[in-house]
């Protein structure tokens, strides 16, 4: 497990536009955090480093949204779907030709693939953030160590 502290929103999205040049098809980041803690903005920022043009938004109501750039961006916010059991193709997505960045993937825990980064966002104050890399699989260990030189 790692940690980075940013101080900055343009900070944090310039720490996501790093990650994502690390990144290949068929990667999921999960990210956690509060409400606000900056998870949507994270994701901004892996959307600008695979040259997503298009605005990203959080999907609460859609669950899932599609974004294409260099690689597809898979954005989930799984919140609605606690106490369900509904599979809606997590598998086309964990394992396709794109990056899947899953937030509240908590809810959907049986569905995540074993390898995968994830990333707890905490807020520290109205800029500051501090953001906990803990990977599993030995390619996501290289991208943490990557990302952490």
């Known amino acids: 497990m790692e940690k980075i502290q940013t101080n900055t929103e343009h900070e944090t999205i310039s720490l996501a ?17 509060e409400l606000g803690a900056g998870k949507t903005t ?4 892996l959307a600008n480093g695979l040259g997503v043009k298009r605005n ?5 109501f859609t669950i899932i949204k599609e974004y294409e750039g260099e690689l597809p961006l898979y954005h989930m916010d799984v919140y609605r779907l606690e106490n369900s059991e509904e599979d809606i193709g997590f598998d086309e997505y964990f394992h396709g030709n794109g990056i899947t960045v ?3 993937a908590q809810f959907i825990e049986d569905y995540l693939p074993e390898e995968r980064l994830n990333i707890r966002i905490s807020y520290i104050d109205e800029h500051k953030r501090e953001l906990e890399f803990t990977s599993t699989g030995t390619r996501f260990k290289w991208i943490v160590n990557e990302l952490m030189s």
């Open 17 to 33: 536009e790093k990650l994502a040049l690390l990144l290949k098809p068929g990667d999921v980041i999960t990210l956690e955090g």
């Open 42 to 45: 994270f994701t901004k920022g």
């Open 56 to 60: 990203i938004s959080s999907p609460t």
């Open 102 to 104: 899953v937030e509240w």
